[in-house]
């Protein structure tokens, strides 16, 4: 079992950065896959990034390609997403997630921990 806490999100400028962390509970952070998912309002929760176990495969969704970038410290049981040159189209929450096994590139319902999201508003 791993529980999650999402924490960095906040209100920025076009243009401007963030980064997100995630902090994991357990000793068995290594052996998750890892991804950031957003959610906006009236739309579907989608993968913007992901990150396997030892951090060998990263996946972003187009739309966040050359300004996003996600990493994992497992000695300090935390993934984190960088965002860069936000846009107002960013705006969501932000939530982390953890899957054992399989593809990090999977849909929300194959991801089995959550945590509970943070905002990010990007002001036009």
């Known amino acids: 079992q791993v529980q999650l806490v999402e924490s960095g999100g906040g209100l920025v400028p076009a243009g401007g950065s963030l980064r997100l962390s995630c902090a994991a509970s357990?000793?068995?952070?290594?052996?998750?896959?890892m991804g950031w998912f957003r959610q906006a309002p009236g739309k579907e929760r989608e993968l913007v990034a992901a990150?396997?176990?030892?951090?060998?495969?990263?996946y972003y969704v187009e739309s966040v390609k050359g300004r996003f970038t996600i990493s994992r410290d497992n000695a300090k049981n935390t993934v984190y997403l960088q965002l860069n040159s936000l846009k107002p189209e960013d705006t969501a929450v932000y939530y982390c997630?953890?899957?054992?096994?399989?593809?990090?590139?999977?849909?929300?319902?194959?991801?089995?921990?959550w945590g509970q999201g943070t905002q990010v508003t990007v002001s036009s």
């Open positions: 997630a953890a899957k054992l096994g399989g593809s990090i590139r999977s849909g929300a319902g194959n991801y089995n921990h």
């Open positions: 990150i396997s176990p030892i951090g060998g495969i990263i």
């Open positions: 357990g000793r068995t952070f290594s052996s998750y896959g």
